[in-house]
């Protein structure tokens, strides 16, 4: 496992981290034992970074997560995210009473004092920038209650406003093989700014896992049944914002990188992890055999720089116009 470091936040962590929103919640059936196993294993092959938000599964995931790092808590990294659960687009809900009793309760599901990431979760732009967040987040910095902050993003434009704004350790980016706004101008930033950048839906919610038709049917509580136009949240955190048939299209069309790196998942999270500006990337799990599959993504071979331009050809010609939602 490789370890590189988070920003300036003095933390170094793994190359491949997990997130844990489908454990939470959202995306189908999950089972609780299933994820324990899952996480015990990722730590044991050298994972030390966990991504997890207070909605996920109203606060569920965080719960597993205490469960699973129980003694390890100063070797095992969490960050986690706040302002969804209450109205996103109201000031009040920046209010440092409020933020105050959302880390809180982070803290209590997560049986920990401090949170080594405390990360604004995909607030509009607006809020950003007319709210006292920052100064907050500052002043739970001085306290100890949290050791970093850093925002999750929907959009560039929001990430350059973070970059140039802000003392923000991290940003938390949509990035995969069909999803490579980000290369353009706001990971060169984040490098000049030393800010970490983790990348999120990496396999594009499963469409660069190659397992899907044009005509499957996701679960009725699935967010890629009930979101996959954008009707419940921002429609980039479902398939990338990709429409799901064009996307089982284009995920063929990208089926070759597959060659020699054993599936499409590992040589996707290859290629992300392979970007300079990425800190960690995180895909999702449900169960023990899907981190497993995940992790040998961390031995396939590189991609040359013939198949980087190759992909990176194929998704300014093929994909980016057809990306919907703020990017």
């Known amino acids: 496992m490789k370890y590189n470091k988070l920003g300036d936040t003095g933390l170094e962590i793994s190359e491949l981290g997990f997130g844990t929103w489908a454990i939470g919640g959202s995306w189908g059936q999950h089972d609780d034992a299933e994820a324990l196993k899952g996480l015990h294993h990722a730590m044991e092959a050298g994972v030390n970074f966990f991504d997890t938000a207070d909605v996920y599964g109203g606060g569920h995931s965080e719960e597993l997560l205490a469960k699973a790092t129980k003694g390890k808590e100063d070797s095992i990294h969490i960050a986690t995210k706040f302002t969804r659960m209450g109205d996103i687009d109201d000031p009040k809900n920046y209010s440092e009473e409020q933020i105050r009793t959302y880390l809180e309760?982070?803290?209590?599901?997560?049986?920990?004092?401090?949170?080594?990431?405390?990360?604004?979760h995909c607030a509009p732009l607006k809020m950003l920038k007319e709210t006292d967040v920052f100064p907050i987040l500052d002043k739970l910095k001085k306290e100890g209650k949290i050791r970093s902050y850093g925002v999750s993003v929907e959009t560039d434009e929001e990430g350059l406003y973070v970059l140039d704004n802000t003392d923000a350790s991290a940003l938390q980016v949509i990035f995969n093989v069909l999803r490579q706004k980000p290369l353009k101008e706001l990971f060169p930033k984040a490098l000049e700014k030393n800010v970490g950048i983790i990348a999120r839906v990496p396999l594009a919610s499963g469409l660069l896992t190659g397992k899907f038709s044009k005509d499957h049917k996701f679960e009725e509580d699935d967010h890629r049944n009930f979101n996959k136009d954008g009707q419940a949240f921002n429609v980039g955190e479902t398939f990338g914002g990709l429409p799901f048939e064009k996307g089982v299209e284009l995920s063929e069309q990208v089926a070759w990188m597959a060659a020699d790196r054993d599936s499409l998942v590992r040589a996707a999270l290859k290629w992300v992890m392979q970007q300079e500006a990425v800190t960690s990337v995180i895909p999702g799990f449900k169960n023990e055999k899907q981190v497993i599959d995940n992790l040998k993504s961390l031995d396939v071979k590189e991609f040359s720089q013939e198949e980087l331009k190759r992909i990176n050809d194929f998704y300014w010609e093929n994909v980016h116009d057809h990306i919907r939602g703020p990017y």
């Not at 309760?105 to 604004?120: A, F, G, K």
């Open 105 to 120: 309760n982070s803290l209590r599901r997560l049986n920990r004092e401090t949170i080594d990431l405390y990360q604004i």
